[in-house]
């Protein structure tokens, strides 16, 4: 198992778009969910796709029900397979709940360089 630090920053309506920036490796990914917005949101979801010269050499999906507080961060624990190491870019969906609103994120960041 390998790990990617992963920071994304979200906000809580569609008009912010999240930025990622990929920190580190290390047995999982960890993404930092970061909300800039004075109102709570609820992070339900994450689809990720790990890519090495544009082949996908890992994928998957965790659903989380983690808050995350207006203007607070918290980070996400992702297993991933020991063949994802080589990643060099990391792309992938943020799903959220703000009230009763869903909203989704794309997201994208390449690998620090090793």
Same mark, same amino acid.
């Given at each position: 198992?390998?790990?990617?630090?992963?920071?994304?920053? #979200?906000?809580?309506c569609?008009?912010?778009?999240?930025?990622?920036?990929?920190?580190?490796?290390?047995?999982?990914?960890?993404?930092?969910?970061?909300?800039?917005?004075?109102?709570?949101?609820?992070?339900?979801? #994450?689809?990720?796709?790990?890519?090495?010269?544009?082949?996908?050499?890992?994928?998957?999906?965790?659903?989380?029900?983690?808050?995350?507080?207006?203007?607070?961060?918290?980070?996400?624990d992702?297993?991933?397979?020991?063949?994802?190491?080589?990643?060099?870019? #990391?792309?992938?969906?943020?799903t959220?709940?703000?009230?009763?609103?869903?909203?989704?994120?794309?997201?994208?960041?390449?690998?620090?360089?090793?």
């Amino acid at each position: 198992m390998t790990r990617v630090l992963v920071v994304a920053a #979200l906000a809580a309506c569609t008009q912010h778009v999240p930025a990622i920036r990929v920190l580190g490796v290390h047995r999982a990914v960890f993404v930092e969910v970061t909300n800039p917005a004075s109102r709570p949101l609820r992070l339900t979801r #994450l689809a990720f796709a790990l890519a090495e010269d544009g082949a996908t050499v890992a994928h998957g999906e965790v659903r989380v029900a983690r808050d995350v507080p207006a203007r607070a961060a918290i980070i996400v624990d992702v297993p991933i397979e020991e063949s994802a190491a080589r990643a060099t870019a #990391l792309h992938g969906v943020l799903t959220v709940r703000v009230g009763d609103a869903e909203h989704t994120f794309a997201v994208a960041a390449r690998m620090p360089a090793r």
